[in-house]
């Protein structure tokens, strides 16, 4: 069981940057492949970025590449999304998810994480 909790969300101007945080706790943070997914009001959740378990492999979804970056931290149990250059398009509740994933092929896929945080708002305004 792994319990997840995104923070960092809030109110930026188009161009501006944010930093997400995902606090795990409860098994293993490093037993785990982490991704970061968003959904805006009326869409479909889509994914954004993964990170391998030991942070070694990254893939990104292409609306993101360039301007955002995935990175965690197993000895404090979190993960990570800068953004950067942020866009009204961005505009979304992004969530944290923990899954088996072994490779970046089957990182983009929902069903393939057994466990997502509650979501935090990002609020892009132009």
């Known amino acids: 069981q792994v319990h997840l909790a995104e923070s960092g969300g809030g109110l930026v101007q188009n161009g501006g940057s944010l930093r997400l945080s995902c606090a795990a706790s409860?098994?293993?943070?490093?037993?785990?492949?982490m991704g970061w997914f968003r959904q805006a009001p009326g869409k479909e959740r889509e994914f954004v970025a993964y990170?391998?378990?030991?942070?070694?492999?990254?893939n990104y979804a292409d609306s993101v590449k360039g301007r955002f970056t995935i990175s965690r931290d197993n000895a404090k149990n979190t993960m990570y999304l800068q953004m950067n250059s942020l866009n009204p398009d961005d505009t979304a509740v992004y969530y944290c998810?923990?899954?088996?994933?072994?490779?970046?092929?089957?990182?983009?896929?929902?069903?393939?994480?057994?466990?997502w945080g509650q979501g935090t708002q990002v609020t892009v305004s132009s």
């Open positions: 409860g098994r293993a943070f490093s037993d785990w492949a």
């Open positions: 990170i391998s378990r030991s942070g070694a492999s990254t």
């Open positions: 998810a923990a899954g088996p994933i072994y490779s970046n092929l089957l990182s983009a896929r929902t069903d393939r994480y057994a466990y």
